[in-house]
């Protein structure tokens, strides 16, 4: 048996794929990658069931639903992924502080009623795949990292457990925050890859001298001729950073 990588707790799978593509990809990198990030196209096509089979598996759930409704509903739907005893959620930190403090009061109770430990709340802040124009299109005013940083401020009033930024803004929100929100950095691409559709993407080294507690990879796993080799050297460059 392979033993099980030194940073498999601070690497998550993005798991973007087939339901069972994604399952025989986690099981050849589970000795590094302790996370399987359960997101939006997969759980509308799968719902619960995907959450179990990874769980069968033993990864821990990153269920990444980037939630943004009225407080009410985001509320039913934080207590009803509480319940499948995931993890990690997400919302949006957009949704404004009377949703973020109903996302974690769901969680919590959906948790409870099922004897789960609850999940952490990580609020999302400014996507990884948005440039400066993107930002400003959407009304939030200043660079991404000004804005993503106002939200944080938001999101962790509300009693949020963590946040989802570029690794570009770890840093400051360090500085800011200190050591306790969780921090969580989609966009990570090794020296050489493609960055794709993520426009703020950064290595995992960077990442992890940034102050990142998680990082979520996904293409760069996905195309590698051996999975478990990129997943390995992802490893090993968090480990020595």
């Given at each position: 048996?392979?033993?099980?990588?030194?940073a498999?707790?601070?690497?998550?799978?993005?798991?973007d794929l087939?339901?069972?593509?994604g399952?025989?990809?986690?099981?050849?990198?589970?000795?590094?990658?302790g996370?399987?990030?359960?997101?939006?196209?997969?759980?509308?096509?799968?719902?619960?069931p995907?959450?179990?089979?990874?769980?069968?598996?033993?990864?821990?759930?990153?269920l990444?639903?980037?939630?943004?409704?009225?407080?009410?509903?985001?509320?039913?739907?934080?207590?009803?992924?509480?319940a499948?005893?995931?993890?990690?959620?997400?919302v949006?930190?957009?949704?404004?502080?009377?949703?973020?403090?109903?996302?974690?009061?769901g969680?919590?109770?959906?948790?409870?009623?099922?004897?789960?430990?609850?999940p952490?709340?990580?609020?999302?802040?400014?996507?990884?795949?948005?440039s400066?124009?993107?930002?400003?299109?959407?009304g939030?005013?200043?660079?991404?990292?000004?804005?993503?940083?106002?939200?944080?401020?938001?999101a962790l009033r509300?009693?949020?457990?963590?946040?989802?930024?570029?690794?570009?803004?770890?840093?400051?929100?360090?500085?800011?925050?200190?050591?306790?929100?969780f921090?969580?950095?989609p966009?990570?691409?090794?020296a050489?890859?493609?960055?794709?559709?993520?426009?703020?993407?950064?290595?995992p080294?960077?990442?992890?001298?940034a102050?990142a507690?998680?990082?979520?990879?996904?293409?760069?796993?996905?195309t590698?001729?051996?999975?478990?080799?990129?997943?390995?050297?992802?490893?090993?460059?968090?480990?020595?950073?």
């Amino acid at each position: 048996m392979t033993e099980a990588s030194p940073a498999r707790e601070r690497l998550a799978l993005a798991a973007d794929l087939p339901l069972e593509d994604g399952l025989r990809l986690y099981a050849r990198v589970a000795p590094d990658v302790g996370y399987a990030k359960v997101g939006l196209s997969l759980f509308v096509e799968h719902g619960p069931p995907a959450v179990a089979a990874f769980q069968r598996l033993g990864a821990r759930i990153f269920l990444d639903l980037k939630l943004h409704d009225i407080p009410n509903t985001v509320e039913l739907a934080a207590a009803r992924a509480g319940a499948l005893g995931v993890s990690l959620l997400t919302v949006h930190a957009a949704g404004g502080e009377p949703m973020l403090r109903a996302a974690v009061k769901g969680a919590r109770a959906g948790a409870h009623a099922q004897g789960h430990a609850p999940p952490r709340i990580l609020a999302v802040t400014v996507l990884t795949s948005m440039s400066a124009e993107d930002v400003a299109d959407v009304g939030l005013t200043g660079a991404p990292e000004e804005a993503a940083l106002r939200l944080a401020r938001l999101a962790l009033r509300a009693g949020v457990d963590g946040l989802v930024c570029s690794p570009r803004e770890a840093a400051a929100f360090r500085r800011e925050f200190g050591p306790s929100p969780f921090l969580c950095t989609p966009g990570i691409r090794p020296a050489g890859a493609s960055q794709g559709d993520q426009t703020r993407a950064e290595t995992p080294a960077y990442a992890v001298r940034a102050g990142a507690d998680l990082l979520v990879v996904g293409r760069p796993i996905h195309t590698a001729a051996r999975p478990e080799d990129a997943a390995r050297a992802i490893a090993a460059e968090v480990s020595s950073a």
